[in-house]
């Protein structure tokens, strides 16, 4: 298949794949497991996705109408802070929403009225998230109330605790955590018709302990079987379920090292690479500083630092030729910009038949559009 210019592939047998064992899970520890738009939002891929589950996650008004008209149900809404003028038009599209903070209760859990279950998000000052940026529990956070600020009576209302506190963890992870949350926040328990463990949950990487992952939720219920359990994990629903399709445009050279200029860029198609930050699986191609055909990869926007190094290839690259970021669907599509107006990458499925579905191509009007 030959593909001329940058498009992002998501294959939908592997996401198919993603999501059958995420059902299973689900099915087997009798959770709930719902999708977290912040990391995934292609809402073209939705009819498959309600073959194998019937809720979502929403973080905006945005994400909350995305659940409502696309996806078909209501959202488990959580915002750091619900304005005035977005907080009815939220309620509307929410099944469940869950206030950041007291203050934020106080102000509008009144308006609520009864249409959504009401949470609050807690903090149990624990989290494994290495990379600060990603850390919801570090020193300082602005998410969540901890228990030394909370009534040994919640306030009227509050059916749920909402708890997120991984990255890309594994069911280890969530073991450990657990036994600091439950040592902070479990005596309010009885109170609560269900808790939000919140995203993170690594389950579809080849390495995770599934089997782990469904024990540490059957323990959990059998120890509180009044609560509703929810899992809403974003990556793991994406998971290497495609590529970033790319090409060399030019190669120059400075100070010996060598630059593949592409036609995508890392900040406007790639951010997470720079923000996380992490080095992309590139497809036939080594990430090492030693040895022969040597390139860093070079981003096509005017930002000096959009480029990351150094990979080894197989041979000297030409122009023209393919250059393949692997697992670049979740965090990936949901976070690109059109920074510079350069070209956005369309976005296609990979069928099961093998045929390629252009779900979207981006062109003038769309960059000209975000200015208005």
């Known amino acids: 298949m030959k593909i001329t210019t940058?498009?992002?592939?998501?294959?939908?047998?592997?996401?198919?794949?993603?999501?059958?064992?995420?059902?299973?899970?689900?099915?087997?520890?009798?959770?709930?497991?719902?999708?977290?738009?912040?990391?995934?939002?292609?809402?073209?891929?939705?009819?498959?996705f309600r073959e194998y589950i019937s809720s979502t996650t929403a973080s905006s008004l945005g994400e909350a109408r995305l659940a409502v008209e696309e996806f078909g149900s209501k959202a488990h809404t959580f915002s750091p802070a619900y304005t005035d003028d977005e907080i009815d038009e939220i309620v509307n599209c929410s099944s469940h929403l869950t206030f950041n903070s007291l203050s934020q209760y106080e102000r509008f859990h009144a308006r609520v009225g009864g249409r959504a279950s009401i949470g609050l998000r807690v903090n149990p000052e624990?989290?494994?998230?290495?990379?600060?940026?990603?850390?919801?529990?570090?020193?300082?956070?602005?998410?969540?109330?901890?228990?030394?600020?909370?009534p040994l009576t919640l306030p009227a209302g509050i059916e749920g605790f909402h708890c997120h506190c991984h990255?890309?963890?594994?069911?280890?992870?969530?073991?450990?955590?657990?036994?600091?949350?439950?040592?902070k926040f479990a005596r309010w328990f009885p109170q609560l018709r269900w808790l939000n463990l919140g995203g993170g949950h690594?389950?579809?990487?080849?390495d995770y302990d599934v089997e782990l992952l469904v024990n540490i939720l059957k323990g959990l219920r059998a120890r509180y079987p009044w609560l509703r359990i929810i899992l809403e994990p974003g990556s793991a629903f994406a998971w290497q379920t495609g590529p970033l399709v790319s090409h060399v445009v030019d190669v120059v050279e400075d100070h010996g090292i060598r630059?593949?200029?592409?036609?995508?860029?890392?900040?406007?198609?790639?951010?997470?690479?720079?923000?996380?930050?992490?080095?992309?699986?590139?497809?036939?191609?080594?990430?090492?500083?030693?040895?022969?055909?040597l390139y860093r990869l070079g981003g096509n926007s005017c930002l000096?630092?959009?480029?990351?190094?150094?990979?080894?290839?197989?041979?000297?690259?030409?122009?023209?030729?393919?250059?393949?970021?692997?697992?670049?669907?979740?965090?990936?599509?949901?976070?690109?910009?059109?920074?510079?107006?350069?070209?956005h990458p369309a976005i296609g499925?990979?069928?099961?038949?093998?045929?390629?579905?252009?779900?979207?191509?981006?062109?003038?009007?769309?960059?000209?559009?975000?200015m208005d």
């Open 167 to 183: 990255c890309e963890s594994g069911a280890d992870v969530l073991e450990r955590t657990l036994v600091h949350i439950e040592e």
């Open 6 to 48: 940058p498009i992002y592939i998501i294959e939908e047998a592997r996401l198919r794949q993603n999501l059958q064992l995420i059902a299973d899970v689900a099915r087997r520890a009798d959770v709930e497991i719902i999708l977290a738009f912040k990391a995934f939002a292609l809402w073209k891929t939705f009819p498959i």
């Open 259 to 293: 630059t593949a200029i592409l036609d995508v860029s890392f900040t406007c198609h790639m951010p997470d690479c720079l923000e996380m930050p992490y080095y992309p699986e590139v497809r036939g191609a080594k990430h090492t500083a030693e040895g022969a055909h």
């Open 349 to 370: 499925m990979l069928h099961t038949d093998g045929k390629l579905q252009i779900l979207r191509r981006f062109g003038y009007e769309d960059y000209r559009n975000r």
């Open 126 to 150: 624990y989290s494994e998230v290495e990379t600060l940026l990603y850390n919801p529990c570090a020193p300082g956070t602005r998410f969540g109330v901890t228990a030394d600020k909370l």
């Open 304 to 343: 000096s630092g959009d480029f990351m190094g150094s990979w080894q290839f197989d041979h000297e690259l030409q122009v023209g030729e393919e250059v393949i970021f692997e697992d670049m669907i979740h965090y990936t599509t949901v976070k690109t910009t059109m920074f510079n107006g350069i070209t």
């Open 202 to 206: 690594l389950m579809t990487r080849k």
